[in-house]
């Protein structure tokens, strides 16, 4: 009960549960189990208790404790006994009826809503097919008991003992019965579970109580317009934010990891036309360069370069490696201030990422020891809203390498500061931690105006990965979700002619547009990279826009909301494509060219600039360290009055 508990894990399936021994108003001998029921809140479904001790004081213990206590009907009709394990029946009437799975759910989640810390137990009586008849047990259970007090055997040796004389009194009848019931318990556990999460899910969407909470309602919602009016909300800040920093202020604070790089670019001796792979399982000639990296670092030396002051929060381990990373950031203009040391003797190893690339610059295999990202002591939420605090930054950009628990703090924390959070997904795996259980400061509902990320920019394959997390996470099940969704008034075939006509045919049939509009209700402002075909742009606008109303425009425009009440006036989707186009052979490395790309849109939005405006200018600070021999090139800089 206690892991469970620890887990979050609120339905608790097992056997039979201790209880009062026969005997006990003497003995004292008390099963632990019933005082745990009473300060532990977790739902524990069992076959009663051991039909050896005695069930009426083992229900008024319950009952000392604050404990609630039902038995399910199982079909039957009227009042219920409590069962006794290997039988159905006690002789001693439960307290409670449970009907079924739902009704048993409804219990746990009203409890759920009153300040008490005491557990449940749900009796689910033995399947009939299996159990034994009540004079048949109680009989053997007689025998053995006197058998265990003629030998003085007590305490601990007790239980044991007698389940071991039943079963060989009952010639095996008594372990039949007890497989019978614990899988039966483990069904009757999980069908309840099941009814609770969904009881959950429902009740988590309903209007909260003292406001309107509708996606209309703004009030209470302090909003940063861009020039743009693209929905980019900053929720206000908590009770508990600084509102003073104690230290150096910053446009931007990018939370990620500094890693050690080593790129591998094959270079086969003939060099023949086309692509050409390394062969596996041997050594390959190859053009080896070390360098600091990190998703992180890329993205906040990108920002710096173009022309904001940039901090970077990340973490290294005390050793050789870990000190020339934390010189190399403070060298290269961003601040290092926020870059938390391991000692290596707690095993913490400084970020490593090693690629391997194709003769085209392709990455054909990466391998990442990013465990230092997931190290425990980084999941304080007083860390974080000290660091970000102190930063006193309008944007917090965070990469998914850290642990979804870590991920957690972070975000509440930029939310409780005001700040607005940009999301890099780095890669398939790591994408889905945004939606990760464990991610608990972004729930289903958590859809405009109370969303947790303002900006997300994924390439195809990661916006696949957070459509299917969203998906497995039911979190397109809330209705908060789907009221966003329905104001845009899409409806089938003539949405899915209007979608190609705006991104083409070949992404539609590949869902890419399809998948980003489900998401905006969780993230308003996507950016989905695509390569040789550009980026495909995708946002909620608010009411206010001049764009939902200029011809100019008029082409991007997908849906206008239907909904007088909402702030979101439609949905913008252009897909624009690459600035200019590189040959092969300018190609030095891919590597980095995604995050030069957020770290620049970021800035363009610091600065005030439409996202639309923002993104091609970006696409040509990606080509510059396409060409670069650095993971950001240093020639990014010479796009910052473009950014002004």
């Known amino acids: 009960m206690i892991l469970a508990h620890l887990a979050g894990i609120k339905i608790f399936a097992t056997g039979g549960l201790g209880g009062v021994h026969r005997g006990g108003e003497n003995s004292m001998d008390i099963s632990a189990d019933l005082t745990e029921l009473g300060r532990t809140p977790v739902t524990v479904i069992s076959s009663g208790c051991k039909s050896f001790l005695d069930i009426p004081r083992t229900l008024e213990y319950l009952e000392t404790q604050g404990v609630g206590v039902g038995t399910f009907a199982d079909g039957r009709t009227g009042t219920v006994d409590f069962p006794a394990f290997f039988s159905r029946d006690s002789g001693v009437k439960s307290p409670k009826t449970i009907f079924d799975e739902a009704d048993a759910a409804a219990v746990v989640y009203a409890q759920s809503n009153f300040p008490v810390h005491s557990g449940l137990l749900f009796a689910n009586p033995v399947p009939e097919s299996s159990a034994m008849a009540k004079d048949e047990i109680d009989e053997i259970i007689a025998q053995a008991v006197a058998e265990a007090e003629e030998k003085g055997i007590g305490g601990s040796a007790n239980t044991p003992y ?222 974080w809203m000290s660091t970000i605090g102190q930063s006193s930054s309008k944007w917090v950009v965070v990469d998914a390498n850290w642990s979804p628990e870590i991920l957690s703090s972070i975000f509440k924390a930029a939310k409780a500061h005001g700040a607005m959070i940009a999301f890099e997904p780095v890669s398939i795996a790591k994408a889905a931690r945004l939606f990760n259980r464990a991610n608990k400061a972004v729930a289903n509902t958590s859809v405009v105006p109370n969303h947790t990320v303002s900006l997300a920019s994924p390439n195809r394959l990661e916006l696949a990965a957070l459509y299917n997390a969203a998906t497995e996470a039911l979190m397109f099940e809330s209705e908060q979700w789907w009221k966003v969704i329905d104001s845009f008034g899409l409806s089938g075939s003539g949405s899915r002619d209007r979608l190609v006509s705006i991104a083409g045919p070949e992404l539609v049939e590949e869902g890419i547009p399809q998948q980003c509009i489900q998401l905006l209700p969780f993230v308003p402002n996507l950016v989905t990279k695509l390569g040789p075909k550009g980026c495909l742009l995708t946002s909620l606008l608010r009411r206010t826009d001049e764009r939902l109303t200029s011809p100019e425009y008029a082409q991007y425009i997908l849906a206008r909301t239907m909904s007088d009440v909402s702030d979101i006036g439609g949905v913008y989707m252009r897909l624009i494509p690459p600035t200019r186009n590189v040959r092969q052979e300018d190609i030095v490395s891919v590597n980095g060219v995604g995050d030069t790309m957020l770290g620049v849109i970021v800035v363009g939005l610091v600065r005030g600039n439409a996202l639309d405006n923002i993104v091609p200018i970006a696409q040509d600070a990606a080509v510059l360290t396409l060409k670069s021999t650095e993971a950001v090139s240093p020639e990014v800089r010479s796009i910052q009055e473009r950014l002004q």
């Open 162 to 383: 007698i389940l071991k004389r039943i079963r060989e009194l009952s010639n095996g009848a008594s372990v039949k019965a007890n497989e019978a019931l614990i899988e039966a318990n483990v069904v009757r556990g999980t069908k309840v579970a099941v009814e609770l999460a969904k009881l959950e899910l429902r009740e988590g969407a309903a209007p909260q109580r003292g406001g309107d909470s509708s996606v209309a309602g703004l009030s209470g919602l302090s909003t940063t317009r861009q020039s743009s009016d693209t929905v980019v909300s900053t929720p206000p800040r908590s009770a508990f934010a600084k509102s003073s920093s104690t230290g150096q202020p910053v446009d931007i604070l990018v939370a990620g990891s500094l890693a050690s790089d080593t790129i591998c670019d094959h270079e086969p001796f003939d060099k023949p036309s086309g692509t050409v792979s390394p062969t596996l399982h041997t050594s390959n000639p190859a053009k080896i360069s070390p360098s600091a990296g990190g998703v992180g670092r890329n993205v906040a030396v990108a920002a710096h370069l173009a022309g904001a002051k940039v901090a970077l929060a990340s973490v290294v381990a005390d050793d050789l490696a870990g000190s020339s990373l934390v010189d190399h950031v403070d060298r290269s203009g961003v601040s290092a201030d926020y870059i938390r040391r391991i000692p290596a003797v707690d095993g913490a190893r400084t970020a490593q990422y090693v690629a391997v690339n194709d003769t085209s610059k392709d990455l054909l295999v990466a391998m990442a020891d990013m465990s230092i990202l997931a190290r425990p002591e980084l999941e304080s939420l007083e860390y």
